[in-house]
């Protein structure tokens, strides 16, 4: 057996490994039907709210993506900017940690106030989100460029914007497509939560953060955990766009996508 077929099948022995133990506590243990649904009853649960779910996906989507090219655009000019300058960096690097650290539910009320209810804030709060990673891989990337590559430059008397956009830049584009990689898996939560609180029925239909929020209320168990898989899904989509991107883009030039990854 090659590695590329077991790559496929041990995800797949982990899965059934997962889903017979989630049987196996409903059955053997005794815990409740309202309390742990069935992997059988959640795709019941998808297949009949599958319009419901699909329209609510579709908007989630939308904002989802947004707030990621938000994030995405900014975080690369963010990072050139912190990377061109020392002082910059040090200057402005900790308020972007305080940011980060700044609890997102926290921030949620304001972003409200200032850009109401519906898709702007839900935006806001996925590009705080998805942001920091990428600035910080970014950076990392930039100022970890090759120093021989550096003196290099210095050898033949580069100018800054040359060493930017010839070297510093294309050095960092494994560490860009790292941030983005984690910004990918994040958006699609950070959408999620925003539309939960922040978000409206815009447009005739809620995102699935609003529709959680109506499985929730009403205690439709098996619904609640088919916006779950839906959301899974929706982040799955993104990682892989974001990875073949990343293939396409680098595998003739850079050693970190080799012809055997993934």
Do not use: K
């Not at 998805?130 to 891989?137: G, R």
């Not at 699609?188 to 539309?195: C, L, N, R, S």
């Amino acid at each position: 057996m090659n590695g590329r077929m077991l790559r496929w099948l041990l995800p797949v022995f982990g899965g059934a490994l997962l889903v017979a133990f989630w049987y196996a506590l409903r059955h053997v243990f005794g815990q409740p039907a309202w309390l742990l649904p069935m992997p059988h009853e959640i795709l019941d649960a998808l297949g009949r709210e599958r319009a419901l779910i699909g329209a609510a996906a579709w908007q989630t989507t939308q904002s989802a993506l947004l707030g990621f090219l938000s994030a995405a655009a900014g975080g690369l000019l963010c990072a050139l900017l912190l990377a061109s300058s020392r002082p910059v960096r040090l200057a402005f690097y900790p308020y972007l940690l305080i940011l980060q650290m700044t609890p997102v539910i926290v921030l949620a009320p304001f972003i409200v106030l200032w850009a109401d209810r519906g898709v702007a804030s839900i935006v806001i709060v996925t590009f705080i989100v998805s942001f920091f990673p990428v600035v910080v891989n970014t950076t990392h990337g930039m100022v970890s460029t090759d120093r021989g590559l550096v003196e290099l430059f210095d050898v033949c008397n580069a100018n800054r914007v040359q060493r930017i956009f010839l070297l510093h830049l294309p050095f960092a584009m494994p560490f860009y497509f790292a941030g983005l990689r984690i910004a990918a898996t994040l958006a699609p939560i950070g959408t999620i939560f925003a539309e939960y609180v922040t978000g409206s029925i815009a447009g005739g239909t809620g995102g699935l953060g609003f529709l959680a929020s109506v499985f929730n209320q009403r205690q439709m168990r098996p619904e609640l955990l088919a916006v779950a898989v839906t959301s899974c899904v929706l982040g799955f989509v993104f990682l892989a766009v974001i990875s073949i991107v990343n293939r396409l883009l680098l595998r003739r030039w850079h050693a970190s996508v080799s012809p055997t990854e993934t």
